[in-house]
């Protein structure tokens, strides 16, 4: 009876090897905090003379609880600039200037992980603040804000503490006159406690 009780007790601690799961001082609870760097498609119609997004670098961080996702992003993209030209008001001349560009996200995304081993597939959507930052022959103008909503997808993978992964959005600019929905595309790299 006690050799069957011993047999008993090594099998199942000897189990517990086989089906040991990665043990997380949080339970249900994943923090990720990344960086972010990609590109974006101009979201003006009639395609101004520079992309007012473009590269972009930034980061994210947030919290998931059984699979809900939730957490805050920022991006900066560098712009562009181009030389244009006008006729004076006098009459007759022309001059030219330099118009340059850049633009500000910051926001909340929400969303739902769905977990196949390493791989997590996240379908997200962020709200925030967008500024455009422009400036004339190095004279700023007068900063445009507005709200930007951005549904997309986001893929990670998994490699312990780490994750690499890349997210593609549609960026949408609803008060913005003459607005049209641009593409975003990002690659990111970051931990997950």
Known sequence: ???????LAAAAGASTFVVARPAS????LDIEVGARVGGASGPIKDDPPTNILGLGVGGRAG????G????VSGMYYFGGSATESAVTPTGGGSSSFKLTTSSW????????SFKFLFLTLRPVVGVGNYTIHSTVSGQAIQDVHNLYVEP?????LGI???????DADVFLTPGLTDSKAAFMANGQVGVKF
């Open 25 to 28: 001082a949080l339970g249900p």
């Open 63 to 66: 919290l998931s609880v059984f």
């Open 160 to 166: 312990g503490l780490w994750f690499v992964g890349a």
């Open 1 to 7: 009876m006690k050799g069957a009780i011993a047999l």
């Open 68 to 71: 809900i996702y939730g957490g």
């Open 105 to 112: 996200l910051y926001g909340f995304d929400g969303g739902y």
């Open 152 to 156: 997309g997808l986001m893929v990670l």
